[in-house]
């Protein structure tokens, strides 16, 4: 050990010289660590929002759709005055919202089930369909949930017996569509959090006399919360920037902030821009939000 | 727009789809009097030896080995294919300098010609761009900039009106059914999911409001865009779903959701549904038509001209309409054989009638390019605006 670190050991320095220079200077260390990892996260992904970001400032050349370099906000006035644009926004708020929320109410009662009381074959199983979804491609899924809702589709055809008809193509089927998409995200965390319960706190609150509601809500929903949290990060957030599902099942009124974004992305870059900033604030609000409450550092 | 064929069989380009509501050309009158400020960029005199090679963006289709490969054997010049997927992405393409030719679309091809990208066209170096080209796609906009022709014809097509006939019982004779609140098929309409779906409503409104003064669906001053956009919104509460992926509308049709709505063609014959229908109505339609045009930096030109003299021939042009589903631009095709004839006869390729009531797609500009001098027109970052209201 010592003669590694001696400069006057050649012997070793010559069967490992790599290794002694990593150890004599620190700086390379660090440099041999991070520079994949720090490239790729300021030269692909910072550089290139920060890129888009500015372009929100520029004009635009009506005819041959160039962006001329400048600066005017007329680009942030139009996206903060026109009714129509607060409305989409608004309502990609409440998908992305409505979108978390029945995840949470999904994942809770099958993460109990799956880590408290089914066998550890139906558990295997379980964990296996939940995790299934995830390798088959987005767009097919989408397409699938497409030829379900559709009029003369699998959810009419079942539910004709019964005289319900389904919800056709509209913002609900949106949400159920996403929620089909992003579920696998919140009921991973959420299953892994309830496992990590240990069992003689629910003997204990059971021996102290609570039912089996009074259990979670006082047991396990607050050791629950920074799962719940860190999955709705992925649910609120994926909802958030998505409007292939809008384009495929959303029907004529569920136009999402996404959708505007890709219409104006090629035509007019510097309003597509200004428009991708109202998604970021929602998701850096939502961030910090969550923070407070220590959920990331579970994460 | 092409691309979106081609998505036909394959799904995955989807998520361009949505850009692809910029398609094809011009206005059909003689627009003589319009004066673009357009780069003067010299002509090919005469052709020399073919290069060996030729660089080609186009519409996926366009290219194909079937003919490709007989060009190559005839003239010694490899074809180098590029697929490009919208109208914004030739532009670009076309703006390295590194392709010869490209198969533009009508708002791809004023912007190449006023930006300089492309060259005029020396029609005696082309022996088959002649009398056999279809009337109604000479004399267009890419045609008569400045008394240069900048595009050779390769096809075109309309935006019909399809019907569910066994809902739509009698064939519509009008739009109404699409555009009006108390159409009889309300919550059952589709309606095309692009801006450029904003000149259907201006088609609507030169029929049935005179009083507006539209001349031109792709010259809409403030007003007159207004209008538009005041149908739309009109349609917005009938409409099922809008529709930009060419499967998604065939399986809105086929699945029930829509029984009444804009169409291609080409669509309704790959629904391979019969009772799927399709018709013009009185009001006239939208439409697109596509053209080749050389790079101004071409440094392949003799093989370019060889190229496009090649598909211009009655045989290349109609194997590509066939491939494509469109009308062909040379019309001694459908002479060739029954299968030819039924072709034009399905695609109405020889019925100058039927195309007159069609407008090619162009892309709106700030200049009216109905003539209009004393007001500005909207643009295409206007209507892209507009549209994004008219969903809410």
Same mark, same amino acid.
């Given at each position: 050990?010592?003669?590694?670190?001696?400069?006057?050991?050649?012997? !070793?320095?010559?069967?490992?010289?790599?290794?002694?220079?990593?150890?004599?200077?620190?700086?390379?260390?660090?440099?041999?660590?991070?520079? %994949?990892?720090?490239?790729?996260?300021?030269?692909?992904?910072?550089?290139?929002?920060?890129?888009?970001?500015?372009?929100?400032?520029?004009?635009?050349?009506?005819?041959?759709?160039?962006?001329?370099?400048?600066?005017?906000?007329?680009?942030? !006035?139009?996206?903060?005055?026109?009714?129509?644009?607060?409305?989409?926004?608004?309502?990609?708020?409440?998908? !992305?919202?409505?979108?978390? +929320?029945?995840?949470?109410?999904?994942?809770?009662?099958?993460?109990?089930?799956?880590?408290?009381?089914?066998?550890?074959?139906?558990? !295997?199983? +379980?964990?296996?369909?939940?995790? %299934?979804?995830?390798? $088959?491609?987005? %767009?097919?899924?989408?397409? $699938?949930?497409?030829?379900?809702?559709?009029?003369?589709?699998?959810?009419?055809?079942?539910?004709?017996?019964?005289?319900?008809?389904?919800?056709?193509?509209?913002?609900?089927?949106?949400?159920?569509? +996403?929620?089909?998409?992003?579920?696998?995200?919140?009921?991973?965390?959420?299953?892994?959090?309830?496992?990590?319960?240990?069992?003689?706190?629910?003997?204990?609150?059971?021996?102290?006399? =609570?039912?089996?509601?009074?259990?979670?809500?006082?047991?396990?929903?607050?050791?629950?919360?920074?799962?719940?949290? =860190?999955?709705?990060?992925?649910?609120?957030?994926?909802?958030?920037?998505?409007?292939?599902?809008?384009?495929?099942?959303?029907? $004529?009124?569920?136009?999402?902030?996404?959708?505007?974004?890709?219409?104006?992305?090629?035509?007019?870059?510097?309003?597509? $821009?200004?428009?991708?900033?109202?998604?970021?604030?929602?998701?850096?609000?939502? +961030?910090?939000?969550?923070?407070?409450?220590?959920?990331?550092?579970?994460? | 727009?092409?691309?979106?064929?081609?998505?036909?069989? #394959? /799904?995955?380009?989807?998520?361009?789809?949505?850009?692809?509501?910029?398609?094809?050309?011009?206005?059909?009158?003689?627009?003589?009097?319009?004066?673009?400020?357009?780069?003067?960029?010299?002509?090919?005199?005469?052709?020399?030896?073919?290069?060996?090679?030729?660089?080609?963006?186009?519409?996926?289709?366009?290219?194909?080995?079937?003919?490709?490969?007989?060009?190559?054997?005839? @003239?010694?010049?490899?074809?180098?294919?590029?697929?490009?997927?919208?109208?914004?992405?030739?532009?670009?393409?076309?703006?390295?300098?590194?392709?010869?030719?490209?198969?533009?679309?009508?708002?791809?091809?004023?912007?190449?010609?006023?930006?300089?990208?492309?060259?005029?066209?020396?029609?005696?170096?082309?022996?088959?761009?002649?009398?056999?080209?279809?009337?109604?796609?000479?004399?267009?906009?890419?045609?008569?900039?400045?008394?240069?022709?900048?595009?050779?014809?390769?096809?075109?097509?309309?935006?019909?009106?399809?019907?569910?006939?066994?809902?739509?019982?009698?064939?519509? /004779?009008?739009?109404?059914?699409?555009?009006?609140?108390?159409?009889?098929?309300?919550?059952?309409?589709?309606?095309?999911?692009?801006?450029?779906?904003?000149?259907?409503?201006?088609?609507?409104?030169?029929?049935?409001?005179?009083?507006?003064?539209?001349?031109?669906?792709?010259?809409?001053?403030?007003?007159?865009?207004?209008?538009?956009?005041?149908?739309?919104?009109?349609?917005?509460?009938?409409?099922?779903?809008?529709?930009?992926?060419?499967?998604?509308?065939?399986?809105?049709?086929?699945?029930?959701?829509?029984?009444?709505?804009?169409?291609?063609?080409?669509?309704?014959?790959?629904?391979?549904?019969?009772?799927?229908?399709? /018709?013009?109505?009185?009001?006239?339609?939208?439409?697109?038509?596509?053209?080749?045009?050389?790079?101004?930096?071409?440094? #392949?030109?003799?093989?370019?001209?060889?190229?496009?003299?090649?598909?211009?021939?009655?045989?290349?042009?109609?194997?590509?309409?066939?491939?494509?589903?469109?009308?062909?631009?040379?019309?001694?095709?459908?002479?060739?054989?029954?299968?030819?004839?039924?072709?034009?006869?399905?695609?109405?390729?020889?019925?100058?009638?039927?195309?007159?009531?069609?407008?090619?797609?162009? @892309?709106?500009?700030?200049?009216?390019?109905?003539?209009? @001098?004393?007001?500005?027109?909207?643009?295409?970052?206007?209507?892209?605006?507009?549209?994004? /209201?008219?969903?809410?």
């Amino acid at each position: 050990m010592t003669v590694t670190a001696s400069p006057s050991a050649p012997r !070793a320095a010559q069967s490992k010289p790599l290794s002694t220079l990593l150890y004599r200077h620190r700086w390379l260390r660090l440099a041999g660590l991070l520079s %994949l990892p720090l490239t790729w996260l300021v030269g692909l992904y910072i550089v290139s929002l920060v890129l888009l970001l500015v372009t929100a400032f520029w004009f635009i050349d009506p005819f041959t759709s160039k962006v001329i370099p400048g600066f005017t906000l007329e680009n942030f !006035a139009l996206v903060f005055s026109e009714p129509a644009y607060i409305t989409t926004s608004l309502r990609t708020l409440g998908i !992305a919202l409505a979108v978390t +929320l029945l995840s949470a109410a999904f994942a809770i009662p099958l993460g109990i089930f799956m880590a408290k009381l089914a066998s550890p074959w139906l558990r !295997a199983v +379980l964990a296996v369909a939940i995790t %299934l979804p995830l390798w $088959a491609g987005y %767009l097919v899924k989408i397409l $699938a949930m497409r030829i379900t809702f559709t009029e003369e589709g699998f959810f009419n055809w079942l539910m004709a017996p019964f005289g319900i008809s389904g919800p056709g193509f509209s913002i609900l089927t949106v949400v159920l569509t +996403l929620t089909y998409l992003w579920f696998p995200y919140m009921a991973l965390p959420v299953y892994t959090a309830i496992r990590q319960i240990p069992v003689n706190l629910f003997d204990a609150s059971a021996d102290l006399g =609570a039912r089996g509601f009074t259990t979670i809500r006082t047991v396990v929903l607050p050791l629950l919360w920074p799962a719940l949290l =860190a999955g709705s990060v992925f649910t609120f957030s994926l909802s958030l920037g998505d409007y292939i599902v809008a384009r495929f099942v959303g029907g $004529a009124n569920a136009q999402m902030i996404g959708s505007i974004i890709a219409s104006n992305i090629n035509l007019n870059p510097p309003v597509a $821009a200004a428009f991708s900033v109202i998604p970021i604030a929602f998701v850096v609000i939502y +961030l910090v939000v969550t923070r407070r409450t220590g959920a990331l550092e579970r994460m | 727009m092409r691309k979106k064929l081609m998505a036909v069989s #394959a /799904t995955a380009a989807v998520s361009a789809l949505m850009l692809a509501g910029c398609a094809a050309p011009a206005a059909e009158e003689g627009s003589g009097e319009l004066v673009f400020d357009v780069p003067d960029v010299p002509m090919l005199e005469e052709l020399g030896e073919p290069e060996g090679q030729v660089d080609i963006i186009a519409w996926s289709g366009f290219v194909e080995p079937a003919w490709a490969d007989t060009f190559t054997e005839e @003239t010694g010049c490899v074809v180098n294919r590029r697929v490009a997927g919208t109208s914004d992405e030739m532009v670009q393409l076309m703006r390295t300098g590194d392709y010869d030719l490209v198969s533009a679309s009508g708002d791809a091809s004023l912007r190449l010609i006023v930006g300089g990208d492309v060259a005029p066209i020396n029609r005696d170096l082309l022996p088959n761009f002649g009398d056999d080209i279809v009337p109604g796609m000479q004399g267009q906009i890419y045609d008569t900039i400045n008394g240069n022709v900048y595009g050779v014809p390769i096809g075109r097509g309309a935006n019909i009106l399809q019907y569910n006939s066994e809902v739509v019982t009698e064939t519509p /004779t009008s739009w109404d059914i699409v555009w009006e609140a108390d159409s009889p098929y309300a919550g059952q309409v589709t309606a095309y999911d692009a801006p450029i779906y904003i000149a259907d409503a201006a088609v609507y409104l030169m029929y049935h409001q005179p009083e507006l003064g539209i001349q031109n669906p792709y010259a809409l001053d403030e007003t007159q865009l207004a209008a538009a956009v005041d149908l739309l919104k009109q349609q917005n509460e009938i409409v099922a779903e809008y529709w930009s992926d060419p499967v998604a509308q065939i399986t809105s049709f086929v699945g029930g959701t829509t029984v009444a709505g804009t169409s291609w063609e080409i669509l309704r014959k790959l629904a391979a549904d019969d009772r799927m229908q399709g /018709t013009l109505p009185q009001e006239g339609s939208t439409g697109w038509a596509d053209a080749w045009m050389i790079s101004s930096e071409s440094d #392949a030109p003799t093989c370019a001209y060889l190229w496009m003299d090649y598909t211009s021939s009655p045989e290349v042009n109609g194997a590509i309409a066939m491939n494509f589903g469109m009308a062909p631009a040379n019309g001694a095709f459908c002479e060739l054989s029954d299968e030819a004839a039924a072709h034009c006869e399905e695609f109405n390729a020889l019925n100058e009638e039927y195309f007159e009531q069609v407008w090619y797609w162009t @892309t709106p500009i700030e200049q009216c390019i109905d003539g209009r @001098t004393d007001v500005k027109c909207t643009s295409f970052q206007d209507w892209t605006n507009a549209w994004a /209201t008219i969903k809410g």
